[in-house]
């Protein structure tokens, strides 16, 4: 680890002044959120403290958004995601372990296979998939939310590329002690890849939480809503409520900033665990 | 065949149900039946007619599947076209029309003709639901545009109020004038239009000025917009923006907020604005009659969202139950506006929302008497064509270059170009 | 082991993922492909759809915005999320929280994104306002055809560079630190360090932030559709969003999946360039 051990004032303040400007476009979103729908775009220019705080507060948009069904829509944002996370990293784990580690024919030509399917736009291939998962019947389920998610060929390349670096040594005394395929899988590789499983599941997240097309097609009924198409729906034809939307999302960021900033402390501690790496 | 045995067996199984209602007397569907309701709307907005259907027809269940504007041809193509059953009514925007008719989206309503002539007796509207002469969807509501204008910035700068009386309405060329005093008094902007770049509020511009619809030929996909009138109105509207009176860069979603605060002294929108405008509590604002350009006729903008059947839902009776309730029924249509005060082109539920509006007179000048005027006298629908979606994809595209100051025969010719080619793409 | 248990074990493993790339990527793209053959109207497999789209200016126009919005937002990317990744791989107060708001955008939808930064640019927005305040000339940004396309990668950088930054800062995290400690001893100063300690060290990181930053890029069109819907004068019109508005607005899909065709090809072809250019680092097969 190269980190610094010495604390630097400079640095810190160069980090903090990098975090506040990307946060702006953020804070004008979470300000509006409070703002009359009315004032939103009262102060953009010329500019005053009014360009970047309210003034007047209302929660009436915060309070607005909850009609409908946006809470459960939040709920099944949280559960697909949370589902594509777990089932990912297992399928594709799995899937990388077997590309990088094993040898078997044709490995690079499945690689291949795996990178092409990373590079097909998802939403250009949206009508023929739905076509197919209507003739298994998963229009609106879960099942049909999920599945897109779980098979994801760049996580299984990030995946690859780091198994790659673990050193050859560490199978073969694994294979003197008489394990097997699995067992090096699980208990050599998967407790060194600390830090590559949470990307990988970054990937899996984004992947999932930012889908809008397709659950849209797939599951329109109120019941399995998605938060990212219920905010959408703020903004309806006639009069889209700026106010809402901006609550909205406001909402919806709170959760995954939670969880990144709990996980954010695996990529310093992991380093530990991967020391034995050359 | 085997389709035709199904049928009949179906039929046969709603003639017994039908039979057993006339001697119970009790509810017309046997069992509980759900039906799917797809549109572009807010659900708080159709909560109140599905309510209102569902209170006169026990049995029958609605579900309103919402989906975003810009969404709704792709959910629309990627499900009914590929002949799902999931979907029983949907809410079809009447431009759209003959494409999704050709493509046999869209159930053929003419044994309905009579009923829907009776509830709705103005011809422009039911053309707005036709296609190669029949009927495909049930008339809802229509649209027209007003010139609201600021009364506190009008007064400020010195200007008359316009006039509310149809026959009295200003010329363009009066307006501009008005608008750029008004600029100079101190505000922003001194006009906008509200859908900016968007082909069904700029249309009247040029049928205004004799240019014509933009499209011609018998199956309305010949494009026709380098003659001179279009080329006119075209740099006519580029120098709204090339000279400040109007704003860049401004979305159509937020032009509103220009409106309401004070940022802009006319404002051509819809009747549906009058809900946020009456919202917004220091707005002192008037609607007048949209303008015309001199020399030419007044014309404005018609056309909205009616009802319409999946030919292949399974349960087309409640379908149809359902649709002609929000449309042909004066009750459920008058509840399909109470959230968003449209236009209803139903003529006994229409005295309804007049009466409403009636209210606003004292205030703001007679709204519905223009919007009854300019319904019977001046609509110009959008043009009947299969391909209307890719004219008005390209047109909106167009504009926009015109907004940012691509000169108007350079834009225009080569929008031409991309129809020519695009347009014959449609078989 | 012998070469048949690899072989089965190897199908174990990689069975969930084909099946599922194959079912719900491939034959879905299979059938897009089918579809590109086909002339609207029928009649038969052809090239006419091919024929179409290039003579099509649009598509030319979408193609040559797409090659140069990619040789200008990829390396620009990458070098800010490889700066971020340097700066951010400390252990000051606070830091998973300042990382997290750097990754942020990401989680927020893109039409939120494009909302916000679309009123921050308007001629009229927040961004003149500030620039105004400084003293300095109001900026036409997306309404002019110069700027727009400098405003989308601005958009889609902010957007994106703190999720790249995450998968550098994890490869930082795994460079032993004796190396360091060795050619500090040599007495190499900080640029060293980084040219022949950390650069190297970084190569399989870095590959796939290449590989998966350019197809990401590629992929674009939220922000687009949103905001300039292509424009002014098609000065933004990224591939995918003709791709889209071929097969979701203008219903085209024959169109709209030989052009499908044609991105993936061009993907693909970049991205088999890339292996190629950074194939030392597959050396442990």
């Known amino acids: ?278 | 065949m085997m389709n035709d045995k199904m049928s009949r067996r179906t039929l046969g199984a709603a003639l017994l149900v039908g039979a057993g209602m006339m001697t119970t007397g009790t509810a017309v569907f046997a069992q509980d039946v759900t039906i799917n309701f797809l549109s572009a709307q807010r659900d708080d907005i159709m909560q109140p007619m599905i309510k209102g259907f569902e209170a006169a027809n026990p049995g029958i269940k609605v579900v309103h599947q919402s989906v975003p504007f810009n969404d709704l041809n792709a959910a629309t193509e990627s499900r009914i076209g590929q002949g799902d059953t999931s979907i029983d009514v949907l809410h079809a925007d009447t431009p759209r029309i003959p494409a999704f008719a050709s493509q046999g989206y869209l159930l053929n309503l003419d044994d309905r003709r009579d009923v829907i002539d009776a509830a709705v007796p103005n011809a422009v509207d039911l053309e707005q639901v036709s296609y190669d002469g029949s009927l495909y969807a049930y008339p809802m509501w229509t649209s027209t545009q007003l010139m609201y204008f600021n009364r506190d910035v009008l007064e400020k700068a010195g200007l008359e109020m316009p006039s509310g009386d149809p026959e009295q309405r200003l010329t363009w060329e009066a307006l501009l004038d008005m608008a750029r005093t008004a600029k100079d008094s101190g505000i922003k902007y001194g006009l906008t239009f509200q859908q900016v770049d968007r082909y069904y509020q700029l249309q009247f511009l040029f049928e205004s000025n004799g240019a014509g619809s933009g499209l011609t030929g018998d199956e309305m996909l010949t494009p026709t917009i380098t003659n001179d009138g279009w080329i006119e109105t075209a740099k006519w509207y580029g120098d709204l923006y090339e000279s400040g009176l109007a704003p860049r860069g401004v979305t159509p979603e937020q032009t509103d907020d220009l409106f309401i605060n004070g940022e802009v002294a006319f404002m051509i929108a819809g009747p549906w604005a009058i809900a946020r405008y009456e919202n917004a509590a220091d707005l002192n604002y008037g609607v007048a009659p949209v303008p015309y350009f001199e020399g030419g006729k007044p014309v404005t903008p018609t056309g909205s969202w009616s009802v319409a059947i999946n030919p292949n839902s399974e349960k087309k009776d409640a379908a149809r139950a359902f649709a002609e309730y929000i449309s042909l029924d004066p009750e459920g249509a008058y509840l399909s506006i109470k959230n968003n005060p449209n236009i209803l082109v139903n003529a006994e539920a229409f005295k309804n929302y007049s009466a409403d509006m009636d209210g606003l007179t004292d205030k703001i000048g007679s709204a519905i008497d223009i919007i009854s005027y300019e319904t019977k006298n001046t609509a110009v629908g959008r043009p009947r064509s299969r391909g209307f979606v890719t004219f008005e994809t390209i047109m909106n595209r167009t504009f926009s270059d015109l907004r940012n100051g691509t000169d108007a025969e350079t834009a225009l010719k080569g929008a031409e170009r991309q129809l020519d080619r695009a347009l014959g793409r449609i078989q | ?285």
């Open chain 1, 1 to 278: 680890m190269n980190s610094d051990k010495r604390f630097s004032y400079a640095r810190f303040a160069v980090i903090v002044l990098v975090a506040i400007v990307f946060f702006v476009p953020l804070w004008w979103m979470t300000v509006s959120a409070f703002r009359p729908t009315d004032a939103i775009f009262r102060y953009l220019s010329p500019l005053s403290p009014w360009s970047f705080f309210p003034r007047t507060w209302t929660l009436e948009n915060i309070t607005g958004i909850w009609y409908g069904n946006f809470g459960r829509a939040i709920f099944n944002s949280i559960f697909i995601t949370l589902v594509t996370v777990v089932l990912g990293l297992a399928i594709c784990s799995t899937a990388a372990f077997a590309l990088a580690v094993i040898e078997f024919p044709f490995r690079k030509s499945v690689f291949m296979v795996m990178v092409i399917s990373f590079l097909i736009p998802f939403d250009a291939i949206a009508v023929p998939l739905y076509g197919i998962m209507r003739m298994m019947n998963l229009q609106n389920t879960y099942t049909g939310l999920i599945l897109p998610g779980i098979g994801n060929g760049l996580a299984v390349f990030l995946l690859r590329q780091f198994f790659l670096g673990i050193p050859k040594e560490l199978r073969e005394a694994a294979f003197v002690d008489g394990m097997g395929w699995f067992g090096i899988y699980w208990r050599v590789y998967l407790p060194l890849s600390g830090p590559a499983m949470l990307s990988a599941a970054l990937i899996l997240f984004v992947f999932q939480w930012q889908a809008y097309l397709w659950p849209l097609l797939i599951a329109p009924a109120p019941d399995y809503k998605v938060a990212a198409v219920a905010i959408a729906q703020f903004s309806a034809e006639y009069n889209p409520n700026f106010g809402l939307i901006f609550a909205a999302s406001l909402v919806i960021s709170v959760i995954p900033m939670i969880v990144l900033t709990v996980l954010q402390r695996y990529y310093s501690t992991s380093v530990a665990s991967t020391g034995g790496k050359e």
């Open chain 3, 1 to 285: 082991m012998t070469q048949r248990s690899a072989i089965l074990a190897a199908l174990a493993f990689l069975m969930p993922a084909l099946v599922s790339v194959f079912l719900l990527r491939l034959w879905p793209a299979a059938v897009a492909v089918n579809t590109s053959l086909i002339p609207p109207g029928g009649g038969g497999y052809s090239l006419e759809n091919f024929r179409y789209i290039f003579t099509d200016p649009v598509f030319l126009n979408s193609l040559k915005v797409t090659i140069v919005f990619l040789l200008i937002v990829n390396p620009l990317q990458i070098a800010i999320s490889l700066a971020l990744a340097l700066l951010m791989n400390t252990m000051v107060p606070l830091i998973g929280f300042w990382r997290t708001v750097i990754l942020l955008p990401v989680a927020i939808p893109q039409s939120v994104s494009a909302v916000v930064w679309g009123v921050a640019l308007r001629p009229d927005g927040l961004v003149n306002a500030v620039l105004v305040a400084l003293g300095m000339e109001p900026q036409r940004f997306l309404t002019s055809s110069d700027q727009a396309l400098a405003s989308i990668i601005l958009i889609v950088s902010w957007i994106g560079v703190g999720y790249w930054m995450t998968f550098i800062l994890a490869g930082l995290q795994d460079i032993p630190k004796s190396l360091y400690e060795a050619v500090r001893i040599d007495g190499a100063n900080r640029w060293q360090q980084f040219r022949f300690v950390t650069l190297p060290q970084l190569r399989r990181p870095l590959t796939f932030v290449l590989v998966a930053n350019t197809v990401a890029n590629f992929l674009i069109f939220a922000p687009v559709q949103i905001l300039t819907a292509g424009g002014p004068e098609g000065s933004t019109d990224l591939i995918m969003n003709t791709v889209y508005t071929q097969a979701f607005i203008i219903s085209d899909p024959e169109s709209a999946a030989a052009s499908t065709v044609v991105l993936v090809g061009v993907v693909l072809l970049i991205v088999i360039l890339q292996f190629r250019l950074m194939r030392a680092e597959d050396s442990n097969e």
